[in-house]
Protein backbone atom coordinates (compact mmCIF):
# COMPACT_ATOMS: atom_id res chain seq x y z
CA UNK A 1 0.00 0.00 0.00
CA UNK A 2 1.39 3.51 -1.34
CA UNK A 3 0.89 6.86 0.34
CA UNK A 4 -1.41 7.26 -2.68
CA UNK A 5 -3.83 4.53 -1.90
CA UNK A 6 -4.03 5.85 1.49
CA UNK A 7 -5.07 9.80 0.25
CA UNK A 8 -7.53 7.61 -1.80
CA UNK A 9 -8.92 6.02 0.82
CA UNK A 10 -9.31 9.10 2.88
CA UNK A 11 -11.03 10.73 0.24
CA UNK A 12 -13.61 8.31 -0.52
CA UNK A 13 -14.59 8.16 3.24
CA UNK A 14 -14.93 11.73 3.45
CA UNK A 15 -17.03 11.87 0.35
CA UNK A 16 -18.80 8.89 1.80
CA UNK A 17 -19.36 10.85 5.33
CA UNK A 18 -20.18 14.41 3.20
CA UNK A 19 -22.74 12.24 1.05
CA UNK A 20 -24.45 10.99 4.52
CA UNK A 21 -24.56 14.78 5.90
CA UNK A 22 -25.84 15.73 2.97
CA UNK A 23 -28.90 13.76 2.70
CA UNK A 24 -28.99 14.32 6.74
CA UNK A 25 -29.17 18.17 6.26
CA UNK A 26 -31.64 17.98 2.72
CA UNK A 27 -33.39 14.89 3.14
CA UNK A 28 -37.13 14.75 3.48
CA UNK A 29 -38.85 14.37 6.63
CA UNK A 30 -40.22 10.63 6.12
CA UNK A 31 -36.17 9.62 5.47
CA UNK A 32 -33.79 8.03 7.30
CA UNK A 33 -29.99 7.81 6.94
CA UNK A 34 -27.54 4.70 7.45
CA UNK A 35 -24.83 5.59 9.67
CA UNK A 36 -22.28 3.31 11.31
CA UNK A 37 -24.25 3.78 14.24
CA UNK A 38 -27.26 3.10 13.02
CA UNK A 39 -30.59 4.82 10.90
CA UNK A 40 -30.99 8.78 12.20
CA UNK A 41 -33.43 11.32 10.85
CA UNK A 42 -32.67 13.99 9.18
CA UNK A 43 -32.88 16.94 10.26
CA UNK A 44 -36.84 17.95 8.32
CA UNK A 45 -37.86 14.43 9.84
CA UNK A 46 -36.46 15.55 13.34
CA UNK A 47 -38.04 19.19 13.02
CA UNK A 48 -41.39 17.61 12.21
CA UNK A 49 -41.68 15.05 15.00
CA UNK A 50 -41.05 18.73 17.63
CA UNK A 51 -43.82 20.38 15.64
CA UNK A 52 -46.19 17.33 15.90
CA UNK A 53 -45.29 17.40 19.80
CA UNK A 54 -45.81 20.78 20.13
CA UNK A 55 -49.14 20.87 18.84
CA UNK A 56 -50.70 18.22 20.98
CA UNK A 57 -49.04 20.19 23.91
CA UNK A 58 -51.00 23.17 22.80
CA UNK A 59 -53.91 20.98 22.44
CA UNK A 60 -53.80 19.64 26.04
CA UNK A 61 -53.23 23.06 27.00
CA UNK A 62 -56.03 24.94 25.65
CA UNK A 63 -58.28 21.88 26.86
CA UNK A 64 -57.21 22.31 30.18
CA UNK A 65 -57.81 26.41 29.70
CA UNK A 66 -60.73 25.82 28.45
CA UNK A 67 -62.11 23.37 31.30
CA UNK A 68 -60.57 26.29 34.07
CA UNK A 69 -63.08 28.78 32.11
CA UNK A 70 -66.01 26.55 32.23
CA UNK A 71 -65.17 25.76 36.12
CA UNK A 72 -65.06 29.11 37.07
CA UNK A 73 -67.96 29.92 35.29
CA UNK A 74 -69.97 27.42 37.47
CA UNK A 75 -68.20 28.89 40.31
CA UNK A 76 -69.44 31.84 39.37
CA UNK A 77 -73.22 30.65 39.12
CA UNK A 78 -72.92 29.20 42.28
CA UNK A 79 -71.70 32.04 43.96
CA UNK A 80 -74.95 34.00 42.28
CA UNK A 81 -77.52 31.27 43.44
CA UNK A 82 -75.95 31.47 47.14
CA UNK A 83 -76.77 35.11 47.10
CA UNK A 84 -80.03 34.52 45.70
CA UNK A 85 -80.74 32.08 48.41
CA UNK A 86 -79.27 34.31 51.18
CA UNK A 87 -81.10 36.89 49.85
CA UNK A 88 -84.66 35.23 50.49
CA UNK A 89 -83.55 33.54 53.62
CA UNK A 90 -83.34 37.06 54.85
CA UNK A 91 -86.40 38.05 53.56
CA UNK A 92 -87.99 35.75 54.73
CA UNK A 93 -86.14 36.10 58.18
CA UNK A 94 -87.44 39.97 58.08
CA UNK A 95 -90.97 38.67 58.66
CA UNK A 96 -90.63 36.59 61.56
CA UNK A 97 -92.11 37.73 64.62
CA UNK A 98 -89.26 39.37 67.01
CA UNK A 99 -90.17 36.40 70.15
CA UNK A 100 -86.53 36.78 71.81
CA UNK A 101 -87.09 36.86 75.52
CA UNK A 102 -86.32 40.26 75.80
CA UNK A 103 -89.79 40.48 73.67
CA UNK A 104 -91.44 37.39 75.10
CA UNK A 105 -95.00 38.85 75.73
CA UNK A 106 -96.09 40.49 71.96
CA UNK A 107 -99.40 41.00 70.70
CA UNK A 108 -99.81 39.23 67.29
CA UNK A 109 -102.82 38.32 64.88
CA UNK A 110 -103.81 34.90 63.58
CA UNK A 111 -103.80 35.44 59.66
CA UNK A 112 -104.25 39.25 60.05
CA UNK A 113 -107.88 39.22 61.45
CA UNK A 114 -109.83 38.26 64.58
CA UNK A 115 -108.58 38.97 68.85
CA UNK A 116 -105.53 39.47 69.64
CA UNK A 117 -104.11 36.77 71.87
CA UNK A 118 -100.90 37.11 74.58
CA UNK A 119 -98.16 34.81 73.94
CA UNK A 120 -96.07 33.67 76.78
CA UNK A 121 -91.84 32.89 75.17
CA UNK A 122 -88.81 31.79 77.24
CA UNK A 123 -90.17 30.87 80.91
CA UNK A 124 -93.22 28.40 79.82
CA UNK A 125 -94.66 29.49 82.89
CA UNK A 126 -98.48 30.62 82.58
CA UNK A 127 -99.47 32.81 85.23
CA UNK A 128 -103.11 32.58 86.87
CA UNK A 129 -105.88 35.02 87.88
CA UNK A 130 -105.23 36.00 91.43
CA UNK A 131 -106.03 33.60 93.88
CA UNK A 132 -105.20 30.97 92.18
CA UNK A 133 -103.54 27.90 94.58
CA UNK A 134 -101.56 24.73 94.05
CA UNK A 135 -103.84 21.65 92.84
CA UNK A 136 -106.61 23.96 91.26
CA UNK A 137 -107.89 23.61 87.78
CA UNK A 138 -107.90 25.85 84.86
CA UNK A 139 -111.36 27.15 83.47
CA UNK A 140 -111.64 28.09 80.27
CA UNK A 141 -114.63 31.42 79.82
CA UNK A 142 -116.33 30.90 76.62
CA UNK A 143 -117.74 35.06 76.88
CA UNK A 144 -113.90 36.22 76.89
CA UNK A 145 -112.11 33.27 75.02
CA UNK A 146 -109.31 33.27 77.68
CA UNK A 147 -108.16 30.24 79.02
CA UNK A 148 -108.33 31.07 82.64
CA UNK A 149 -111.17 32.36 84.78
CA UNK A 150 -111.25 34.31 87.07
CA UNK A 151 -110.64 32.15 90.28
CA UNK A 152 -108.46 29.95 88.38
CA UNK A 153 -110.38 26.57 89.46
CA UNK A 154 -113.47 24.73 89.18
CA UNK A 155 -115.89 25.63 90.92
CA UNK A 156 -119.65 24.92 92.33
CA UNK A 157 -121.03 27.39 90.21
CA UNK A 158 -119.42 25.51 86.88
CA UNK A 159 -121.21 22.39 88.04
CA UNK A 160 -124.66 22.33 85.78
CA UNK A 161 -127.60 23.09 88.40
CA UNK A 162 -128.83 20.32 90.67
CA UNK A 163 -125.88 17.68 89.59
CA UNK A 164 -123.76 18.85 93.30
CA UNK A 165 -126.89 17.54 94.93
CA UNK A 166 -128.02 14.68 92.74
CA UNK A 167 -124.62 13.22 92.98
CA UNK A 168 -125.18 13.09 96.86
CA UNK A 169 -128.36 11.72 96.77
CA UNK A 170 -127.10 8.81 94.50
CA UNK A 171 -124.78 8.34 97.39
CA UNK A 172 -126.87 7.25 99.58
CA UNK A 173 -127.14 4.29 100.54
CA UNK A 174 -123.78 3.04 98.99
CA UNK A 175 -121.27 0.70 100.45
CA UNK A 176 -117.32 0.31 100.08
CA UNK A 177 -116.77 -2.02 96.78
CA UNK A 178 -120.46 -2.02 96.22
CA UNK A 179 -120.91 -1.47 91.94
CA UNK A 180 -124.47 0.19 91.55
CA UNK A 181 -126.76 -0.15 88.68
CA UNK A 182 -127.32 2.53 86.43
CA UNK A 183 -130.88 3.70 86.22
CA UNK A 184 -133.21 3.80 82.46
CA UNK A 185 -132.59 7.50 82.99
CA UNK A 186 -128.42 6.77 82.64
CA UNK A 187 -128.21 7.87 86.21
CA UNK A 188 -127.07 5.80 89.24
CA UNK A 189 -129.47 5.01 91.50
CA UNK A 190 -129.78 6.25 94.92
CA UNK A 191 -128.35 2.59 96.69
CA UNK A 192 -127.59 -1.01 95.81
CA UNK A 193 -128.77 -4.21 96.42
CA UNK A 194 -127.39 -6.55 98.70
CA UNK A 195 -124.09 -8.39 97.84
CA UNK A 196 -124.92 -11.85 96.93
CA UNK A 197 -122.19 -14.62 98.22
CA UNK A 198 -121.89 -16.27 94.93
CA UNK A 199 -120.63 -19.43 96.88
CA UNK A 200 -123.68 -20.45 98.42
CA UNK A 201 -125.28 -20.63 94.37
CA UNK A 202 -122.04 -22.42 92.80
CA UNK A 203 -120.28 -25.40 93.44
CA UNK A 204 -116.52 -24.37 93.08
CA UNK A 205 -113.32 -26.76 92.62
CA UNK A 206 -112.22 -27.98 95.83
CA UNK A 207 -115.38 -27.43 97.60
CA UNK A 208 -117.02 -30.66 100.01
CA UNK A 209 -120.87 -31.26 99.42
CA UNK A 210 -122.00 -32.19 102.96
CA UNK A 211 -125.94 -33.16 104.84
CA UNK A 212 -128.54 -35.59 104.41
CA UNK A 213 -130.71 -35.95 101.35
CA UNK A 214 -133.17 -33.40 101.50
CA UNK A 215 -136.03 -35.50 100.38
CA UNK A 216 -136.15 -39.17 98.84
CA UNK A 217 -139.81 -38.95 97.66
CA UNK A 218 -139.92 -38.63 93.80
CA UNK A 219 -143.38 -38.25 91.38
CA UNK A 220 -143.80 -39.16 88.11
CA UNK A 221 -141.48 -37.88 85.51
CA UNK A 222 -138.82 -37.53 87.80
CA UNK A 223 -139.05 -34.23 89.75
CA UNK A 224 -138.16 -34.12 92.98
CA UNK A 225 -140.81 -33.67 96.03
CA UNK A 226 -138.15 -31.32 97.89
CA UNK A 227 -136.29 -27.76 96.25
CA UNK A 228 -132.75 -29.70 96.22
CA UNK A 229 -130.53 -31.95 97.74
CA UNK A 230 -127.20 -32.65 98.67
CA UNK A 231 -125.09 -35.21 97.93
CA UNK A 232 -122.40 -36.44 100.81
CA UNK A 233 -121.38 -39.80 99.61
CA UNK A 234 -122.16 -42.73 97.31
CA UNK A 235 -124.37 -43.77 100.47
CA UNK A 236 -126.77 -40.93 99.19
CA UNK A 237 -126.55 -41.82 95.64
CA UNK A 238 -127.48 -45.53 96.98
CA UNK A 239 -130.25 -44.24 98.80
CA UNK A 240 -131.30 -42.35 95.92
CA UNK A 241 -131.51 -44.49 92.99
CA UNK A 242 -133.09 -47.18 95.76
CA UNK A 243 -136.15 -44.76 96.39
CA UNK A 244 -136.52 -43.49 92.55
CA UNK A 245 -135.34 -46.43 90.22
CA UNK A 246 -135.11 -49.11 92.11
CA UNK A 247 -138.34 -49.12 93.52
CA UNK A 248 -140.03 -48.66 89.90
CA UNK A 249 -138.87 -51.77 88.90
CA UNK A 250 -139.60 -53.78 91.89
CA UNK A 251 -143.30 -52.69 91.61
CA UNK A 252 -143.49 -52.73 87.51
CA UNK A 253 -144.30 -56.91 88.16
CA UNK A 254 -143.48 -59.82 86.30
CA UNK A 255 -145.19 -60.46 82.90
CA UNK A 256 -145.27 -58.39 80.08
CA UNK A 257 -148.07 -57.74 77.29
CA UNK A 258 -148.77 -56.16 74.25
CA UNK A 259 -148.68 -56.73 70.50
CA UNK A 260 -145.86 -59.39 70.25
CA UNK A 261 -143.69 -56.90 67.73
CA UNK A 262 -141.52 -55.07 70.59
CA UNK A 263 -144.33 -52.50 71.34
CA UNK A 264 -145.31 -53.34 74.67
CA UNK A 265 -147.80 -51.60 76.62
CA UNK A 266 -146.05 -52.21 80.03
CA UNK A 267 -142.82 -53.66 81.39
CA UNK A 268 -141.84 -56.99 83.13
CA UNK A 269 -138.97 -57.72 85.93
CA UNK A 270 -137.01 -60.84 85.29
CA UNK A 271 -134.45 -61.89 87.67
CA UNK A 272 -130.51 -63.96 86.88
CA UNK A 273 -128.92 -64.31 89.75
CA UNK A 274 -128.04 -60.60 91.01
CA UNK A 275 -128.91 -59.22 87.90
CA UNK A 276 -132.26 -57.47 87.30
CA UNK A 277 -133.43 -57.64 83.28
CA UNK A 278 -135.91 -55.28 82.30
CA UNK A 279 -138.20 -55.26 79.69
CA UNK A 280 -140.09 -51.94 78.45
CA UNK A 281 -141.35 -51.03 75.14
CA UNK A 282 -139.81 -48.60 72.64
CA UNK A 283 -143.36 -46.45 72.91
CA UNK A 284 -143.93 -47.03 76.42
CA UNK A 285 -147.18 -46.01 77.94
CA UNK A 286 -146.91 -46.52 80.81
CA UNK A 287 -146.36 -44.56 84.42
CA UNK A 288 -142.79 -46.29 85.41
CA UNK A 289 -142.53 -43.73 87.90
CA UNK A 290 -145.77 -43.78 89.57
Known amino acids: MTMQTDLQAAVDKAASAGAKLHAIVHGDAADTVETENGPIKTVAGTIADNETAIAASRAELDQKVADASGSAQAASASALAAAGSAATASERAAKIPDVAPAHALKGIRVNGAGDAYELYVGGGDVNG ?162
Open 129 to 290: PVGAADGDLVRFDGATGKLLKGGGKVQAADIQAGVLGSVAARNVGTAPGAIPDVLADGKLPASVLPAIDLSTRVAKTGDTMTGPLAGTTFKSGGSAAATGFQIASGADLATLFKAASYTALQSAGTSASGDGAGNYTSVSLSYSGTQVILYTTKNCNCNCMG
